[in-house]
């Protein structure tokens, strides 16, 4: 070969050839289908720079965003029985466990953590959708009731995160025994005098809304979240009537009293800085 063939040609080739693009570089907006860039859309914590829509954030990221300098403690969740009714149905419930573990680097659906919100003290147990649709189970439950417990210790705000389509159905019975569990965590926390904040996302529907997620003493929603105990068709086809447009989104429920605000998500932290700091005084 030739010094041009094994030099000279690599070289040019190297210099003209077009630099492949990280797959992870550009994100679709899932409203507008517009395509935001990866840096911009952590910068402003997954939310659309061209039509404000709330992407789903990182159960991670966002408990950094919200604590102080984005330093928190994870508290450890009692563990459960793996498959207590031996369900099965295109898969069997452990092969769906362990591969939303290995998806997720998480045991289960929900990450309770402790550290400080402008100095005040809190607690935040926080979903994770992308874990079986951020379903209930015995393990959330488990989640909610020692970040309750936690809280509570530490003379803590708790704050809840849910984003969640409900019980797990997996778990049927026992599933839903976690709404009344949660729903005495809850009223501990308030017994002890400490504030009890839910901050809605999308979605925040089934067992999850129709228990702890909606007994906050302030509750925050994010913006475009649907909110509500069931699917519109269902709940229109079993009341058969019509039902008003966009009905279970956090803008209908503040504007007919069910939510106390909507707040775009970067500037949820300080909000919840000036609420605690009304509802703690002299704690942080």
């Not at 508290?75 to 149905?89: E, G, M, N, Q, T």
């Not at 898969?91 to 402008?118: M, N």
Request: neutral net charge.
């Amino acid at each position: 070969m030739s010094w041009f063939t094994t030099f000279v040609r690599p070289k040019i080739n190297a210099l003209i050839r077009k630099k492949e693009i990280p797959d992870n570089l550009w994100h679709q907006c899932t409203q507008c289908e517009q395509m935001v860039f990866h840096k911009d859309l952590v910068s402003y914590q997954y939310v659309c720079r061209h039509c404000n829509h709330h992407m789903r954030i990182p159960v991670k990221m966002r408990l950094e965003t919200l604590f102080d300098q984005g330093n928190y403690e994870k508290i450890s969740v009692p563990s459960v029985p793996l498959d207590p009714l031996k369900f099965k149905d295109s898969k069997k419930y452990p092969d769906r466990l362990k591969a939303a573990r290995v998806d997720t680097s998480e045991e289960d659906a929900i990450i309770v953590a402790e550290g400080t919100i402008g100095g005040y003290p809190v607690v935040i147990a926080a979903f994770d959708f992308s874990f079986i649709g951020g379903s209930m189970g015995m393990a959330v439950g488990e989640g909610l009731v020692r970040g309750a417990e936690r809280a509570t210790e530490l003379k803590a705000a708790y704050i809840t995160i849910p984003s969640s389509g409900g019980a797990r159905m997996q778990e049927g019975i026992l599933s839903l025994m976690q709404m009344p569990r949660s729903i005495i965590a809850v009223e501990h926390v308030k017994e002890a005098g400490l504030p009890y904040i839910p901050i809605l996302t999308n979605p925040t529907t089934g067992g999850v809304a129709a228990s702890f997620a909606m007994l906050g003493d302030i509750a925050i929603a994010e913006p475009g979240a649907i909110i509500g105990f069931t699917g519109a068709r269902v709940l229109q086809e079993t009341i058969r009537h019509a039902l008003p447009p966009g009905f279970q989104s956090a803008e209908f429920q503040f504007e007919h009293g069910m939510v106390d605000m909507v707040t775009p998500r970067p500037e949820i932290r300080k909000k919840l800085i000036d609420i605690l700091g009304v509802l703690m005084g002299k704690r942080g």
